[in-house]
């Protein structure tokens, strides 16, 4: 899938929210629990400079990237209080994984994970999220009390960005809380030094209470597992300290997040109540073993690995005691077709569902809220998700769930996202992890404690996995087409650049010559510059194209020709210096392009009426290169093909990514989608330069195809076939067959092929050779549509 990049911006204006004499943003660090770094959240400081308190309620602070896309949002953290006269208060934001010292007990606390070097902090009256993305923007709107910008932040105020932040600094106003309205003048880096609005620093006390009671350190506190997990999302006990909680060690983590899990065998008689929890350990490798009876003691709290994420309820800066070990372990939670609703989650009108108690009973993702760090086990489940790079699958159990024929689960509609899914990691680091392909399976029993996680939300961490079995899923190689045919597929070969490995190249040429079975035409997404990710400038796809054609050819394909229009440098989104686009490869012994001069990177190609029908001003060409709907993104390409005499017309998309929309397993539901907009708005362009086709000349055989990276059921797909003038050939086929991406279990379709209303005669494949593979020349599947050119309708 095409990822959206920062773009560069050059002179711009500064923001100016009125200079302060009361509230302002006094201090800001990004650089919590990063390398080399105290402190263990990063956090915003305000301060007051007048003589009076000033009330946050109602307000909030916001943050945005320094460099932002436009896929980019304000990231928001309400705020509730006021601040003293003189006085500070201060908001946490998102932990890393290092550091040693904690802040001061917060006054507002957010999860937003800012950047250590570059971004802009806003001061907002009201909780909505800001949509400027300029300074010039930022400063036209009234609802920005103050605003702080750092490192090279493109939004910030004055002559230029407060510098030098970093891991260890800060970038803070002196003492006084001057406010010029310019962020170098106002505020300079040092060490990070936050303050509350109690008057505490790091080390001087945390307002918590340390939960102890002067007991036996060998006897339990008072408190227990399901009083800290609570019958909602949130701790009723996050903040508070707690003191010896007893549970026995389900597992422990050794990488990435360290730390472990103990469960209370004493369970209550909620069923909303998780009877585990996670022991966060920081840096420090555990040092308790699984079976171990231990009291914990340490400070709730409640963990969020993004910004749109559900979180995790965490027992942190821990010490605890072994009492024995060896213990028999809590029995598992059986999750299976039975135990796991039917109904995926509540809804809350797309805010937050954090606060609503759960019913476990009723919602699957409830149902594993409840469960949050304690045992679970499945048995015999199918792999829907094939093994990837980062030791992850995923299985269902639901095996009746929307299958596919291959082996999957079917993503068919936004109110079917699949409750039997559920990702699978393991915490036996001296095993290899299994290499599973869609369709296998994880025979005789999983187990291991449930954890959250930003990628695919609930997952079990196996300290059991089943055995794999290989059920022999095998690539596809669909029929060559027939000599009345024309044969024309699309591929997106994921950033493939001249510098790549020849073995990369030669698996995704063998993809085109054998399994595509050597199409006449293909439309190819993600074809980048001759070196790639190097930002040296360089735009053109010559060597790259050179290579892929060479490999095909040599793995037994024709002799391919290509055409494209080279993007202006980092205008198209991707991989910065990649400078992706969509080529055209065509077999001139089976197929002619019709050249035509005039298309480049901003010139738009359009369509004139003749005698013959229609033709365009230049071909290759782009639609429409300077509209808004192709900001940061790759502009369609259209080119003339001709077939046994017949003019055939083809336009490659990759429509703008789906970076910046809400997970379906996050706490706001329904999940927002807003990347949704842009590709609308793409939809709507070559929807629009479709009808002027067929306003030339109706009986137009036009092919559009391409990633859209929307579903066959999405708004996206319903704009561009606006006016019945295309049809989506996904359609067409059994709906069991409906994908060529999988994400998170999840058989997807992200890829199209459509055709207009005179393409009549017509035979449509979806190759699967990637998606459902952990061994993958690409992530998405490639099709292939075969056209009975003679046979289609003529008026």
């Not at 917060?106 to 009201?126: C, E, K, N, Y």
């Not at 609703?341 to 009973?361: C, H, W």
Request: hydrophobic share 35%; aromatic share 6%.
């Amino acid at each position: 899938m095409g990822v959206a990049s920062a773009f560069a911006i050059t002179s711009l204006p500064a923001a100016y929210a009125t200079p302060s004499a009361t509230a302002v943003i006094s201090e800001v660090y990004g650089g919590g629990g990063n390398s080399g770094a105290t402190l263990t959240r990063d956090f915003v400081e305000l301060g007051n400079a007048g003589s009076a308190a000033y009330d946050l309620a109602g307000y909030s602070v916001q943050y945005l990237p320094g460099a932002p896309s436009a896929s980019s949002l304000w990231q928001v953290t309400t705020l509730n209080g006021s601040v003293a006269p003189g006085g500070r208060f201060l908001v946490a934001e998102a932990a890393g994984t290092g550091g040693s010292t904690a802040l001061p007990t917060a006054d507002a606390t957010g999860s937003v994970a800012m950047s250590a070097t570059s971004g802009t902090i806003a001061l907002v009256s009201g909780t909505t999220a800001l949509t400027c993305k300029t300074a010039a923007d930022c400063a036209a709107d009234g609802r920005i009390v103050d605003l702080v910008g750092y490192g090279s932040a493109l939004v910030r105020e004055g002559s230029g960005p407060a510098t030098g932040a970093s891991n260890t600094a800060a970038v803070a106003r002196g003492a006084a809380l001057g406010d010029t309205d310019d962020n170098a003048a106002d505020l300079s880096a040092g060490t990070p030094s936050p303050v509350n609005s109690a008057g505490q620093t790091p080390g001087s006390g945390d307002g918590g209470g340390d939960g102890g009671d002067g007991g036996d350190p060998t006897t339990p506190g008072t408190v227990r597992v399901h009083d800290i997990q609570g019958t909602t999302r949130l701790s009723p006990l996050a903040g508070q300290t707690v003191t010896r909680v007893p549970g026995i060690v389900t597992g422990v983590r050794t990488t990435g997040s360290k730390g472990y899990w103990i469960q209370d065998p004493a369970a209550d008689a909620d069923s909303r109540t998780s009877e585990g929890v996670f022991v966060y350990t920081g840096s420090a490798a555990p040092t308790v073993a699984v079976g171990d009876s231990v009291l914990v003691s340490g400070k709730v709290s409640e963990y969020y690995p993004s910004s749109t994420s559900q979180s995790v309820t965490e027992l942190t800066a821990p010490t605890a005691t072994v009492l024995s070990g060896g213990n028999a372990l809590p029995a598992a939670v059986t999750v299976d077709a039975t135990s796991v609703p039917a109904a995926y989650i509540p809804a809350a009108g797309g805010g937050s569902i954090e606060s609503g108690a759960l019913e476990p009973a009723v919602y699957a993702q409830d149902f594993y809220e409840s469960a949050e760090g304690m045992r679970v086990a499945f048995a015999d489940a199918r792999v829907v998700g094939a093994s990837d790079a980062y030791g992850e699958l995923w299985v269902t159990v639901k095996p009746d769930e929307n299958a596919t024929t291959r082996g999957g689960t079917l993503y068919s509609s936004y109110d079917q996202p699949n409750t039997g899914r559920l990702e699978v990691m393991s915490l036996d680091t001296a095993s290899p992890f299994p290499s599973a392909d869609v369709g296998d399976e994880l025979s005789g029993t999983t187990t291991g404690p449930l954890d959250y996680s930003t990628y695919g939300g609930y997952n079990v961490q196996a300290t059991q996995l089943g055995t794999l079995v290989d059920n022999g899923l095998k690539p596809e190689v669909t029929r060559r087409q027939k000599g009345d045919e024309l044969a024309v597929a699309t591929y997106n070969v994921e950033n493939l650049d001249a510098l790549d490995t020849q073995e990369k190249i030669d698996r995704l040429a063998h993809g085109v010559a054998v399994n595509l079975n050597s199409p006449d035409v293909v439309a190819l997404e993600e074809i980048q510059d001759d070196n790639g990710a190097t930002n040296d400038g360089t735009v053109t796809s010559e060597a790259t194209l050179k290579r892929f054609t060479d490999a095909i050819r040599a793995a037994g394909g024709p002799r391919y020709q290509w055409r494209y229009i080279a993007p202006t440098d980092n205008q198209d989104g991707g991989e910065p210096g990649g400078n992706i686009r969509q080529v055209f490869l065509f077999n001139p012994k089976r197929v002619s392009f019709t050249d035509r001069a005039g298309g480049d990177a901003v010139t738009a190609t359009s369509v004139v009426k003749t005698r013959k029908g229609a033709k365009l001003t230049a071909s290759p060409g782009r639609i429409d290169p300077a509209s808004d709907a192709w900001d940061n993104s790759r502009k369609p390409l259209v080119g003339e093909f001709v077939f046994h005499g017949e003019t055939v017309f083809v336009i490659a998309n990759h429509f703008t990514s789906k970076g910046g929309d809400q997970p379906l397993h996050g706490r706001y539901q329904p999940p927002s989608r807003s990347s949704e907009t842009q590709r609308q708005a793409q939809a709507a362009e070559v929807n629009t330069f479709v009808k002027s086709l067929l306003a030339a000349d109706r009986n137009a055989k036009t092919v559009v195809l391409g990633d859209l990276n929307d579903y066959e059921f999405s708004q996206t797909v319903t704009t561009l076939t606006d006016g019945k003038v295309l049809k989506p050939l996904i359609t067409t086929l059994p709906a069991a067959e409906r994908y060529t991406y999988v994400y998170d279990g999840n058989s997807q379709t992200l890829d199209h092929i459509l055709t207009s209303p005179a393409v009549t005669h017509y035979d449509y494949d979806v190759v699967h050779i990637n998606a459902e593979f952990a061994d993958q020349a690409s992530d998405h599947d490639p099709q292939v549509v075969r056209i009975d050119v003679s046979r289609c309708r003529r008026g």
